[in-house]
């Protein structure tokens, strides 16, 4: 079995969670990036990499957040949901500049497909401007009027002078896998956690929570 590890916020909770789930492997050492032990591999790659390694079958499962499998939208299934790695993924525009249904709008996110999904939904018309980063300066830079990005805390929304006005979807961390091979992977955790006989979440990624 051969699993992806997220890097950044999520990895040491991850290799926490693995540890409690009591597989063998334990997190590399060095600049390693990956390990193996008692027949199961893991590997630690970007979290936005996973749903294509899912999906292409180079992974048999990963720790991934369910905003990235649904940015993803590609064949790959929530196996059991975790509960860390907890954010939201909101509308957030400069103060004073609500968002209103009668104009179009310039919205800038990391997440183009959850954004298009979320303004359709809502009634919003206009254009979506991708970005890698730095989503919060969008609007200050007059790329756009308003921003979909994951929070935390809000500081730095407001930091940036922007006020989160809707929340587009809740996230958190989740095992998932090709969808081919999820009811597979979901009796081989089961082998190594009992008690997770009915996972909560089940075929493809959730769908945005919207409103």
Known sequence: MRIAVPRGRLNRPSWDWLQQAGL???????????????GVEAVEVRGR????????????????????????????????????????????????????????????????????????????????VTMSGAVEAACWLGLADAVVDVVETGATLAANGLWAVDTVMQSAATLSAPLSRADAVREWIEQWMPERRAPACRGRAAVPTIG
């Not at 063998?24 to 390990?35: E, F, K, S, Y």
């Open 24 to 38: 063998p492997v334990q997190a590399p050492a060095g600049r390693q990036l990956w390990t193996e032990a008692g």
């Open 49 to 128: 990499d996973m749903p294509q390694l899912l999906a292409d079958g180079v992974v048999d499962a990963a720790i991934v957040g369910r905003d990235v499998l649904e940015e993803a939208d590609l064949p790959v299934a929530c196996v059991l949901p975790l509960h860390f790695g907890h954010c939201r993924l909101v509308a957030a525009v400069p103060r004073g500049r609500p968002l209103s249904a009668g104009r179009p709008w310039r919205v800038a996110t990391r997440y183009p497909h959850i954004t298009r999904q979320w303004m359709a939904a809502r009634g919003y018309s206009g254009e979506i």
